[in-house]
């Protein structure tokens, strides 16, 4: 079976542009978080979806927006792009989205880098 | 607000032998969990091991167990028999009981293991 699946796994932007990365959860998984991790520092979590609904947003700015769609894989969005944007993008599935019950696991990640 | 912090940026140890990563977290749950993820070169986030923290047992996976002390609230991961394969960032996360997937991640340990 095939795990986590994110695109594009690395992309250059420039300040002020748009970025949508695409993550595709394990079959079955029904929720789907984002988190955001800098060069050097611990993944922050962003966003998490379940059944197309956000059940969970990080201290991110609105520039960052999520959406989940039937077939429960998920796209981030990041508007007006700034240097400090520059991160790698992970995106974990799990089995359920409420009260956590079982494990979290994780794309490898889209590398983003803003010029 | 609930932290998470690894105070060792880097450790190196010998193959074969045995290495402690330190943890510590601040929290005024009483019900979470904690974890240990491995990020390899490869990038792909892996959970080593998991702690129920109403549970008073510490966890145990093969050559990965913890030293979980609550009233501390320290949790540290002692890999026994390092293998080259080990080399990795490691870092240490937790989550409510009753939230979502939401997990609060310290900085990481980058582990060196020698031949």
């Known amino acids: 079976d095939a795990g986590v699946t994110q695109s594009p796994t690395h992309l250059i932007k420039t300040r002020g542009q748009h970025v949508t990365l695409r993550c595709s959860p394990i079959?079955?998984?029904?929720?789907v978080s984002w988190y955001q991790q800098v060069l050097g520092q611990g993944p922050q979590f962003i966003f998490q979806?379940?059944?197309?609904?956000?059940?969970g947003r990080g201290n991110f700015p609105d520039r960052f927006s999520a959406r989940q769609f039937p077939n429960y894989s998920s796209e981030l969005n990041v508007n007006a792009l700034l240097l400090g944007d520059s991160a790698l993008y992970l995106c974990?599935?799990?089995?359920?989205?409420?009260?956590?019950?079982?494990?979290?696991?994780f794309g490898e990640g889209s590398r983003l880098t803003v010029l | 607000a609930q932290t998470v912090t690894q105070s060792q940026p880097e450790m190196s140890v010998q193959e074969a032998e045995t290495v402690t990563l330190s943890c510590t977290y601040d929290?005024?749950?009483?019900?979470?969990?904690l974890f240990w993820y491995k990020q390899p070169p490869s990038r792909q986030m892996i959970l080593v091991i998991r702690?129920?923290?109403?549970?008073?047992q510490n966890a145990t996976e093969n050559r990965f167990s913890v030293n979980f002390q609550k009233a501390a609230k320290s949790f540290s991961l002692k890999i026994s028999d390092s293998q080259l394969g080990d080399t990795a960032m490691y870092f240490c996360a937790f989550t409510w009981m009753d939230s979502s997937y939401k997990l609060i991640f310290g900085s990481g340990t980058r582990l060196l293991v020698r031949p």
């Open positions: 702690q129920e923290a109403y549970k008073q």
């Open positions: 929290t005024s749950e009483s019900n979470y969990y």
């Open positions: 974990a599935s799990s089995l359920e989205g409420g009260r956590y019950t079982g494990e979290l696991f």
């Open positions: 079959s079955g998984h029904k929720s």
């Open positions: 979806y379940y059944e197309k609904e956000e059940r």
